[in-house]
Every structure is written in C-alpha cells, then in structure tokens.
C-alpha cells in the first residue's frame, strides 16, 4: 500500500486516528495518535506546530505501526 505524506499545514488526521509522525527538526517518524490538537506519541505529546508531515498508519496486535512506502 503506497500512503502520501500531508504537510500539517495541509489538513489534520481525524481524532483518534493512528499516525506517524515527523517533527520540524528530526527525520526519522515516530508512532502515535492524533487527538486534541495533539500528536501523540509513547512518550509525549506535540502541538501542531511543531510537527512536519504525518500520515494514516495501521497498527498490528501487537501495537506497532505497519510499514509503508512513502516519499517526502
């Protein structure tokens, strides 16, 4: 399955919906949620703002994000 990058200026995953997510200043994505305004990952969470791209993911039973070809 082939899943585009949104720029977080471009539009918001819904509430609750499974993301990964980059921060401005990082490259490697990091797994979560979305919710409040929030990105939220295992460890924090981050405001809008502070996120570059996102996109949908699907998580296993076991919890962990599937894998997805994606370009920036």
Same mark, same amino acid.
């Given at each position: 399955m082939y899943t *585009?990058?949104?720029g977080s200026a471009a539009g %918001?995953? *819904?509430e609750g919906q499974p993301v990964e997510f980059v %921060?401005?200043?990082r490259e490697v994505a990091m797994d979560g949620t979305y919710g409040g305004r929030t990105f939220h990952s295992h460890w924090s969470g981050y405001p809008i703002d502070r996120v570059r791209s996102w996109w949908p993911a699907e998580f296993d039973?076991?919890?962990t994000a599937l !894998?997805? !070809?994606t370009t920036d």
């Open positions: *585009q990058w949104v %918001l995953p *819904q %921060l401005n200043d039973s076991c919890g !894998a997805y !070809a």
